[in-house]
């Protein structure tokens, strides 16, 4: 393995352990063992109102070529990151209040692939093989059982 690719798979371990953290860190935070609990929407705002600028930041001293959009690009990331982020991550605070840890990210984590196909297809018109929507049925009935018994 290349040095580069090595670095790279470091870096995605890395990555997956910290993002890992994140639904316990946050049912941990809404329900501590003592002290007051946050609620979880005022963290997930604060976590992104901290890590916002501290991104562009870091691509303004890296890529700053990144950061010159148009108005329709401004447009288009502003409805993604409404939908990607704001929608996203606060039914993700909403839901660690009623499941466990465990059901949060095997619902979430198992079925976003899916959701990822089935969105590429609707917006892109991107093709579905002729196993995908069985094959996503098979998995979304196995997470089903999975979740419902965990």
Not at 135 to 145: E, Q, T
Request: net charge positive.
């Amino acid at each position: 393995m290349s040095r580069e690719k090595l670095g790279a798979a470091v870096l995605l371990v890395c990555c997956i352990a910290i993002w890992g953290v994140n639904a316990v860190a946050l049912k941990a935070a809404a329900r501590p063992t003592s002290g007051p609990a946050f609620d979880a929407l005022f963290l997930s705002g604060v976590r992104f109102t901290v890590c916002a600028p501290l991104f562009a930041l870091m691509l303004w001293r890296t890529r700053p070529e990144l950061l010159r959009l148009s108005r329709k690009e401004v447009r288009l990331y502003i409805v993604f990151g409404f939908f990607s982020l704001f929608v996203g991550e606060m039914l993700q605070a909403l839901a660690v209040r009623y499941t466990s840890v465990a059901n949060l990210t095997l619902v979430g984590n198992g079925t976003v692939s899916l959701f990822t196909a089935l969105w590429a297809w609707a917006a892109f018109k991107e093709p579905l093989g002729r196993l995908t929507l069985p094959g996503a049925a098979l998995a979304l009935v196995g997470v089903g059982v999975i979740a419902s018994h965990a």
